[in-house]
């Protein structure tokens, strides 16, 4: 009987899987030599140098603005999901994720282009991670350093010294790695005290 362990069963709507496929490919070569790595990567990891962006800062606001573009983008195309006063905060994900169950999201993903770089998968993971990015530059501790393309962009904690990539968490939850409510994974991210315990074991 051999010892080698059996290869893991291959899953096409991994949230590696779905980076690869929907993302990787839109990558400018430095911005791949850059990254290093064409796995999604932690959604909250130890912060390692200095924290800046490597964007000139003239590219810097052309990012925020890319940003604040996709949260109002998910205010129009998400209004479904919208509260009475019309905020996107909690209320709004946790309508937001009542709807998107798993099988919502692959249903989503087989329908999708993925050559196509405004495809409807692409566009909600880039819509919903801008939300999420949003709340959190609200929060203690966080701000955002844009970075290119803009799903890269993150919100560090210097203090902490910790890295919060919202794109990588929305990715995440509309996958089969779902491994939480992103709602809760919101609410921790924003409590200063408590980030900490998101790092990846």
């Known amino acids: 009987m051999?010892?080698?362990?059996?290869?893991?069963?291959?899953?096409?709507?991994?949230?590696?899987?779905?980076?690869?496929?929907?993302?990787?490919?839109?990558?400018?070569?430095?911005?791949r030599e850059v990254r290093g790595r064409d796995a999604l990567g932690d959604d909250v990891e130890p912060l390692s140098g200095s924290g800046e962006s490597r964007l000139p800062s003239y590219v810097r606001g052309n990012v925020l603005r890319q940003l604040a573009r996709m949260t109002d983008a998910a205010r129009q195309d998400q209004a479904?999901?919208?509260?009475?006063?019309?905020?996107?905060?909690?209320?709004?994900?946790?309508?937001?994720?009542?709807?998107y169950s798993v099988r919502e999201a692959q249903n989503l993903v087989v329908a999708a282009d993925a050559e196509n770089s405004t495809n409807d998968f692409v566009v909600l993971v880039c819509e919903l991670g801008a939300v999420v990015g949003a709340l959190l530059s609200q929060a203690e501790g966080l701000e955002w350093v844009p970075e290119a393309p803009?799903?890269?962009?993150?919100?560090v904690d210097r203090e902490r010294a910790l890295v919060v990539r919202p794109f990588a968490a929305a990715l995440r939850f509309m996958s089969t790695s779902r491994s939480y409510a992103l709602g809760e994974w919101l609410l921790i991210a924003l409590e200063p005290g408590r980030r900490r315990s998101l790092l990846s074991a």
């Open 80 to 99: 479904s999901y919208l509260p009475p006063n019309g905020e996107l905060g909690f209320e709004w994900l946790r309508a937001f994720e009542e709807h």
């Open 150 to 155: 803009y799903w890269e962009s993150y919100l």
């Open 2 to 31: 051999s010892d080698v362990p059996p290869e893991p069963a291959y899953d096409a709507f991994s949230a590696d899987e779905l980076f690869k496929e929907f993302f990787w490919r839109w990558y400018k070569p430095l911005e």
